[in-house]
């Protein structure tokens, strides 16, 4: 390691006026760049919200073009020696980024749960626990990966992309950076990180996490803002080798367009409209209920949510009462209660997009089963919607084809077993999906006949080891496990002199 290693003044923390403001959280009003806690170029800053109480918790600044040269030259500045070191020295940083996030997981799962509004219980779990694991999971993989092989007269070497942006959404808010974060270090790349600006405090722990453990100045640098100005500088820079986006698909054509400019590798994770295929020998309650489990989990605000239920028209009834039997148990409210199995959507532009769905679907004629356009009873503050269920969708209805990201699911009607794989590929997406058989050979026939990323079959759980992306306009790219890491890497051929033949 030829770099030499700064120490970073701490962030200013600025006492936030309104008494309303939950003690956890602080202003923010720097950016990390180059190794330091610095100011933005600008003045202008971001309101974050607390999903359910809907008042200001944090400000961020919003950066603008020339944070963005700045960190992307710092990246840049940082590569040559960061992407010299040896695995193993990688792996040390990883491990100790995978402490320090421990150490940190109360204080993240209490940000998430505010931002995000994910039951605290669960967002300790899941939404700081898997980026903490992640982080481990790299360091461990840097010990067995082959990073070379001899093909005929060739070595082929694999060596890091360069500088990468990840841009992130906000959902599973640091799950998401650490999918990219982790992985783009293991490799050996510098990298700029714009994290969403709806949920972009946890990634201020992760910084203050990264510089507690000395990485070199410059390896990682974050820079807040909206995408449309720091996430379109970023697609666009010249000095930006590659950006891995996870978000909209709207947004990740539009960073498609732009890096197509300097024809930087771009890997995208979009949307999902995922359906849960229940076969006609499933048992029905655990379909069900594994199904509502995974259209529900984080208020339905999941890319891979299967939002769809395909069951055989004979068993429509039956799956229709077992499914409204099963929202039942989805209490609604404050992230903080020990009863609440449902937080609140992520923002009030969230609430009204997913309701004015529900509007839709009761408009296009859907049976509405259970839920409702309404706030629910006794949440007239926060981000809130109903878990609702919607019976015998029409496969071409806007509620079964669009991404509505909220808690609603569609049950759709099949004819019969082609019927049921015609319609779960029958929309743009190719995310996730499910399918439930008490024969798993059964499920693994129709599963294979699938165009989509990832098929659980009879709710079988998330692989962190698996590759993780879509199909059609659901991106293109993997994350997550060793496929994940080859996403940072690019190929070298060298080819050596054959040997001259003995006699
Ligand atoms: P979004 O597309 O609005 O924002 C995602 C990120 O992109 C944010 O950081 C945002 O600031 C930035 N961005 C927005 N417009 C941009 C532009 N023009 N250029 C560059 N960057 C831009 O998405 P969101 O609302 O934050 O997240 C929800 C979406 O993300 C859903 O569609 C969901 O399915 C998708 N998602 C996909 C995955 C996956 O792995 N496939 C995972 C989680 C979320």
Sequence with gaps: MTNIRVRAAHPTIIPVPSPRIPAIMQNR?????????????????????????????????????????????????????????????????????????????????????????????????????SPTYTFAMYSKMLASFAWEEKVGNSLVVREPVGVVACITPWNYPLHQIAAKVAPA??????????????????????????????????????????????????????????????????????????????????????GGKSASIVLDDADLAAAVKGTVSACFLNSGQTCSAHTRMLVPESKYAEIAKLAVEEAQKYAVGDPFAETSKL??????????????????????????????????AGLAKGYYVRPTIFGRVNPKAAIAQEEIFGPVLSIITYKDEDDAVRIANGTPYGLGGGVWSKDEAHALRVARRLRTGQVDINGGPFNPLAPFGGYKQSGHGRELGRFGLEEFLEYKALQLKPEPAKN
């Design 29 to 129: 009003d720097k950016l990390y760049v180059d190794g330091a806690w610095i100011a933005p170029h600008g003045k202008k800053t971001i309101d974050v919200h607390s999903a359910s109480t809907e008042d200001v918790i944090a400000r961020i600044p919003e950066g603008d073009e020339r944070d963005v040269d700045a960190a992307v030259a710092a990246a840049k500045a940082a590569f040559a020696s960061w992407s010299a070191t040896t695995p193993a020295e990688r792996a040390a940083f990883l491990q100790k980024i995978h402490e320090g996030l421990k150490a940190r997981g109360e204080d993240i799962g209490k940000t998430i749960a505010q931002e995000v509004g994910m039951p605290l219980k669960l967002a300790t779990k899941i939404q700081a626990g």
């Design 343 to 376: 937080g609140p959507l992520v923002s009030a532009t969230q609430r009204e997009r997913v309701r004015g769905y529900i509007k839709k679907g009761v408009e296009e004629g859907a049976e509405l089963l259970c839920g409702g356009a309404d706030a629910p």
């Design 185 to 270: 270090l293991a490799a050996g790349c510098t990298i700029v990180l714009k994290p969403s600006e709806v949920a972009p405090l946890n990634a201020f722990i992760l910084a203050e996490v990264i510089d507690s453990v000395g990485l070199p100045k410059g390896v990682f640098n974050l820079v807040t803002g909206f995408g449309p100005v720091v996430g379109e500088a970023l697609a666009r820079h010249a000095d930006v080798d590659m950006v891995s986006f996870t978000g909209s698909t709207r947004a990740g054509k539009r960073v498609a367009e732009l890096g197509a400019q300097t024809v930087k590798r771009i890997a995208l994770e979009l």
